[in-house]
């Protein structure tokens, strides 16, 4: 089973940039596909961005395309969250979770998440 812990998230202003990270442990990192959730105040938690095994291919919510990327490092264990132009409603804490599919990623194993506030 793998263990997920987020980092880099902090307080920025509307129109910056930040950058999240999720290392994983193991040595299985490659063969699971890796996803970034978000739950603000009040809300539900969103899908915000996904990417495949394998393939690396991603996806995106429409909320976000264009704005913030999803990538992988499978040497380093950690899937990485680029935000750029950054919105108030972009304020969450931010979630990263694995499984074996894309589809499978809201019922695979989560972290602890990391909070972001984007300030007007």
């Known amino acids: 089973q793998v263990q997920l812990v987020e980092s880099g998230g902090g307080l920025v202003q509307a129109g910056g940039s930040l950058r999240l990270s999720c290392a994983a442990s193991?040595?299985?990192?490659?063969?699971?596909?890796l996803g970034w959730f978000r739950q603000a105040p009040g809300k539900e938690r969103e899908f915000v961005a996904a990417i495949s095994k394998i393939t690396s291919s991603t996806y995106y919510a429409d909320s976000v395309k264009g704005r913030i990327f999803i990538s992988r490092d499978n040497a380093k264990n950690t899937v990485y969250l680029q935000m750029n132009s950054l919105k108030p409603e972009d304020t969450a804490v931010y979630y990263c979770?694995?499984?074996?599919?894309?589809?499978?990623?809201?019922?695979?194993?989560w972290g602890q998440g990391t909070r972001v506030t984007v300030s007007s």
């Open positions: 979770s694995a499984a074996d599919s894309v589809g499978r990623l809201t019922i695979g194993s």
């Open positions: 193991g040595r299985t990192f490659s063969s699971y596909a």
